[in-house]
């Protein structure tokens, strides 16, 4: 196993930080036609995608855009979606300020600060979220810059900086997130799990986090609360590996479930932020 085995994962190290940019304008690519991808245009996004874990992308502006990120999302290979809350046809969400209870429950849903996660990180294994997509409709009036860093990245800067995090980290109870009810209804069962690890279907190295503090329980161990403490320093620190953009209409990120965070913003109220996002069970490959 990659986690434990130091001569496979010296060799995983290596090969990831050969191939690994800190160049934003390394990992864009300029789509002509969102519903018939060049073979040059998707071998990139996939080659982005298996090396960075992540690719941007920017397409014309069009009327149907729903239709153009299926079409893209498709193309790819992402056909498996999660059918979560508020997801429209196709398996997106609109995601925008809401004044509806059961949404603005919900921190994607309103203005304020997103703090760094990885998508459905409340999921149980059977519906783990290997992959999304995040589309700009529009943009804010002001505000609502994305951060994102590849987790497989995280892993190697905490275990070459202290490898008893890491360790900490892959313990299989290590974050659990309580189940969540709706009028008496199960919404959502409770989910437990490491916060790293090796994921059986791709045997790809995984994440699952967030830094929001309630409804979110750790291990209760020193060695796992310490190392919590480690993670969030790190991610709150700007690294070669971080990256920050402010996606415009037509821009969009496709990535193998990266750690993102998202600042607060202030909307246009004739013209609201709107960005369409897709979650998925399968990886880019």
Known sequence: MLLDN???????????????????TDCIVEIQNPFKLTPVEKN???????????????????????????????QLGLKDFDQHLFVKTGGLAHITQSDKKDQSEFIPYTDKNLGWHTDGYYNTIEQRIRAFSLFCVRPALKGGISEWIDPQMIYILLREDNPDVVKALTHPKAMSIPEHRVDGEVRRATSVGPVFFIDEKTQALYMRYTQRKKNIEFLDSLEIKQAVEYLDTLLNTTTDYHFKHLMQTGQGLLCNNVLHKRNAFTDDKDNPRLLLRGRYFNRIE
């Open 44 to 74: 990139k996004l996939q080659s982005l995608c298996q090396k960075v874990n992540f690719a941007l992308f920017q397409i014309q502006p069009i009327d149907q855009y729903d239709e153009a990120i299926i079409s893209i999302n498709t």
């Open 6 to 24: 130091s001569d496979e994962y010296q060799y995983w190290r290596d090969e990831k930080l050969t191939n690994t940019t800190t160049e934003l």
